[in-house]
């Protein structure tokens, strides 16, 4: 398991870090900056007055900036930490204020498209490192953050080629301060990989929940009263932020729609052999989920307890 320790000063990943969109991404790595000490100056921004006034209330960071000027004056580095479709406009507002060679890196869930809004907004000056933390929680605003969040989990970053290999450097040694582990690849494979792993499920989730609030033979008290843990765990993912989520599938349309009719097919497939009373092909498959279960428990990414340890008396 990855273990985050404390940098020693001279070693700082940034000297000057602004980190733009409060949030639980946002929040969690103020938190984690200063466990760790990743940063010698912590700055926060948000758009909103009052994320500002409760960032401030929970003493996130060094400083809450006023202003996206503000924010990114003197920064060395800026993490922006805002829903997908949001990233282009906070760019075009920080560009002007951008230092020399600061490194503009994000967090965002969908890499094709921030990268597409990133460049058409930065400066030559800045260097750009797209990253995704594949962390999180169904909870949002700034105070679900905390500073574990990242530790053994993955962080993806997908710099272009010929991208600078110093600013990919250091927001990986960021990263890895926070206890992630790191791994680069291709945009365009990352929005793949993702559509299956996250978006898919997070879609699945929305739509089995809308349906089961759709039903009307079944009463809503009777949904929630006899929620068995299939549609609980279904419930969790589904309260996840709905503008984020929204963002998600609107900036990585193709990616979902390719997994999406891929799922469409199996699930007909499914159907025909519960029709047909095709067993061993259900069987078959139960099987080799439960496989795929277990190797994500093995790798550290899961608990082995039962019920996701929720039955602690
Ligand atoms: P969040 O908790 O909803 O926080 C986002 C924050 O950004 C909100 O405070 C929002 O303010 C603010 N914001 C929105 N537009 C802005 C703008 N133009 N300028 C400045 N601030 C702005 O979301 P999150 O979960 O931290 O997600 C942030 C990013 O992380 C997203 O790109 C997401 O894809 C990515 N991510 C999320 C997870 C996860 O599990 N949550 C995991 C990995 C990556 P308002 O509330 O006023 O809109």
């Not at 699930?267 to 080799?288: P, T, V, Y």
């Amino acid at each position: 398991m990855a273990e985050a320790k404390a940098h020693p000063e001279e070693a700082l990943p940034f000297e000057r870090l602004a980190i733009i969109g409060i949030g639980l991404i946002g929040s969690s790595i103020a938190l984690a900056a200063r466990r760790f000490a990743l940063a010698r100056r912590v700055v926060l921004f948000d758009i909103s007055d009052e994320v500002r006034r409760e960032a401030r209330a929970l003493g996130l960071g060094d400083e809450i900036a006023s202003s996206f000027a503000e924010s990114v004056d003197g920064a060395d580095a800026v993490i922006i930490c805002v829903p997908v479709g949001a990233c282009g406009a906070v760019v075009a507002e920080i560009a002007p204020h951008l230092q020399q060679n600061a490194i503009v890196t994000d967090v965002g869930s969908v890499k094709g498209a921030v990268i597409k809004a990133v460049r058409e907004h930065l400066p030559a000056h800045a260097r750009f490192v797209p990253a995704h933390p594949v962390a999180g929680t169904e909870n949002s605003g700034p105070a679900a953050g905390f500073p574990s969040l990242f530790v053994n989990r993955w962080c993806i970053l997908t710099p272009p080629n010929g991208g600078d290999e110093d600013a990919t450097a250091r927001v990986r040694a960021f990263w890895e301060g926070m206890g992630a582990n790191v791994e680069l690849m291709s945009a365009d494979h990352h929005d793949l990989v993702l559509a299956v792993t996250s978006h898919l499920p997070h879609l699945i989730a929305y739509n089995i929940v809308g349906t089961a609030d759709d039903l009307q033979s079944v009463t809503q008290s009777e949904v929630i009263k006899f929620s068995a843990g299939g549609f609980r765990d279904f419930t969790r993912i589904a309260a996840s932020d709905p503008t984020m989520w929204r963002d998600v599938f609107l900036h990585n349309k193709e990616a979902v729609l390719e997994v999406l009719a891929r799922f469409n097919e199996d699930l007909s497939a499914l159907a025909r052999a519960i029709r047909w009373g095709e067993g061993d092909k259900l069987f078959e498959l139960f099987s080799r989920t439960r496989t795929i279960r277990r190797g994500i428990v093995n790798q550290g990414q899961e608990t082995a307890e039962p019920d996701f340890g929720r039955r602690k008396v």
